[in-house]
């Protein structure tokens, strides 16, 4: 019977889905081991160079926030561990997919079915998560400036962007399976690497403005300093715009998007608010930095690769039927595979995001080089001092937790390479 709640019989399941739990469990224990690691140097004495950067008292609210955040991690890493083995084990994968059977014949509208309930659906339950973390934690700390309405016009928005965009992709990509079956790869990946290159060029021009206002920087001091600066490094740059990041957070920030005619650089309101000119300047080359050294165009151009890999990979199993099972699924179908997938791939996904922080880790070194040789070292020591001490940011994170999870050094060794 169609729609039927189905009976899962573990001792039948495919080798795959006790991977698939095996990976899950795995990743979530190394998680574990990471954060506890780095949990138990939250006590150590601050670094020499940075003692006098937080009085005793500040230094405590600092060491509090980290220590609510670390637990919260926790709590909420185990309640999403539980949440997809019970979905798992109890056969909600085959669940969704048989009520989405019932409903249409059409693969594709199936499809955009079952990954819209179970995305749209992980969000709401994992909601109220994001709503303490926002009202109670972020609020507790002074950064919090989100109003309950912009919190929830921000998922409504984050969820249409993911049914217009998402929706369309993944529409597109079973299309060219059913036309093209296991070669759809190529085409999927010309579509991805179009739709990267697209939004890397108009993400400001048409995302951002949806949550925030941006304006123009106004003429005065900072923006011929700015303009002094970008000429005598021989960088163009019409486009320097300031996002009212104050609407969410106290916390600052400021970006390089696009290449050609479409870069600009983004500085939020709180990080002119915070950070005396020549800060912002050294800021600035340092972003400068990341677009001369090429960083923009390397990491563009290493995201589609690694698409293409992952896309190629995707092609030698979409077709075994033993991917849906291993979701427990059991009408094999394109959208059930892609879930099994995405787990079974994870962790070799782990590993380039590894490589790739790695690699982002020395771009930031070579982008304060980049600062301290065309502008200054001081003024960016001190504006990174400034923004890690209001974000209270970890001035002593383990090198284990710091070799995973960092995109950035750590201020410290950041302090150490601009002085040295
Ligand atoms: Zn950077």
Same mark, same amino acid.
């Given at each position: 019977m169609k729609g039927a709640? %189905?009976?899962?019989?573990?001792?039948?399941?495919?080798? =795959? @889905?006790?991977?698939?739990?095996?990976? =899950?469990?795995?990743?979530?224990?190394?998680?574990?081991? =990471?954060?506890?690691?780095?949990?138990?140097? &939250?006590?150590? *004495?601050? *670094?020499?160079?940075?003692?006098?950067?937080?009085? %005793?008292?500040e230094y405590q609210k600092s060491q509090r926030y980290k220590k609510t955040n670390y637990n919260f991690g926790l709590w909420t890493s185990t309640f999403s561990l539980l949440l997809t083995l019970a979905f798992l084990i109890f056969g909600g994968f085959e669940w969704i997919d048989?009520?989405?059977? +019932?409903?249409?014949?059409?693969?594709?509208?199936?499809?955009? =079915? @079952?990954?819209? +309930?179970?995305?749209?659906?992980?969000?709401?339950?994992?909601? *109220?998560?994001?709503? &303490?973390?926002? @009202?109670?934690?972020e609020e507790k700390f002074g950064f919090n400036k989100t109003t309950k309405k912009t919190f929830v016009l921000d998922k409504l928005k984050g969820w249409g962007i993911l049914v217009i965009l998402?929706?369309?992709?993944?529409?597109?990509?079973?299309?060219?399976?059913?036309?093209?079956?296991?070669g759809f790869w190529i085409y999927a990946w010309v579509l991805i690497a179009l739709f990267t290159? @697209?939004?890397?060029l108009f993400y400001s021009r048409l995302i951002v403005p949806l949550f925030n206002k941006q304006s123009l920087l106004e003429a005065g001091r900072l923006k011929e300093k700015i303009e002094n600066y970008a000429s005598k490094v021989g960088f163009e740059l019409q486009n320097i715009f300031v996002i009212d990041g104050s609407k969410r957070s106290t916390k600052a920030n400021a970006y390089f998007s696009g290449f050609?005619?479409?870069?600009?650089?983004t500085l939020y309101d709180t990080l002119i608010n915070d950070l005396e000119e020549d800060e912002i300047i050294a800021v600035l080359a340092h972003e400068v930095g990341h677009y001369k050294r090429r960083h923009i165009v390397f990491n563009l151009v290493a995201s589609i690769l690694l698409a293409g890999l992952t896309l190629f990979i995707l092609?030698?199993?979409?077709?075994?039927?033993?991917?849906?099972?291993?979701?427990g699924v059991s009408e094999p179908s394109?959208?059930?595979?892609?879930?099994?997938?995405?787990?079974?791939?994870?962790?070799?996904?782990?590993?380039t995001g590894l490589i790739m922080n790695y690699l982002s880790r020395k771009f930031e070194y070579q982008?304060?080089?980049?600062?301290?040789?065309?502008?200054?070292?001081?003024?960016?020591? +001190?504006?990174?001092?400034?923004?890690?001490?209001?974000?209270?940011?970890?001035?002593?994170?383990?090198?284990?937790?710091?070799?995973?999870?960092?995109?950035? *050094? %750590?201020l410290l060794a950041r302090i150490r390479n601009l002085k040295a």
């Open positions: 709640k %189905p009976k899962l019989d573990l001792n039948h399941m495919n080798i =795959l @889905f006790y991977i698939i739990i095996a990976i =899950l469990i795995i990743q979530f224990l190394i998680e574990m081991v =990471l954060g506890y690691l780095n949990a138990k140097k &939250y006590d150590d *004495p601050i *670094p020499g160079e940075l003692d006098n950067l937080f009085d %005793p008292e048989s009520i989405a059977r +019932t409903l249409t014949d059409n693969t594709m509208l199936r499809a955009l =079915l @079952f990954f819209g +309930t179970i995305l749209i659906g992980s969000d709401l339950i994992t909601t *109220p998560f994001s709503y &303490y973390k926002t @009202f109670v934690i998402g929706g369309g992709i993944l529409l597109a990509v079973i299309w060219f399976f059913e036309w093209a079956g296991t290159i @697209f939004m890397n050609g005619k479409e870069k600009r650089i092609s030698l199993f979409i077709n075994n039927p033993d991917m849906s099972l291993a979701i394109f959208h059930a595979a892609l879930i099994a997938f995405g787990i079974l791939y994870s962790p070799i996904s782990e590993i982008a304060d080089d980049y600062a301290k040789n065309t502008f200054a070292a001081q003024p960016l020591i +001190t504006s990174l001092k400034k923004l890690s001490k209001k974000s209270l940011s970890n001035l002593t994170p383990h090198p284990a937790y710091v070799f995973v999870h960092y995109s950035h *050094p %750590p």
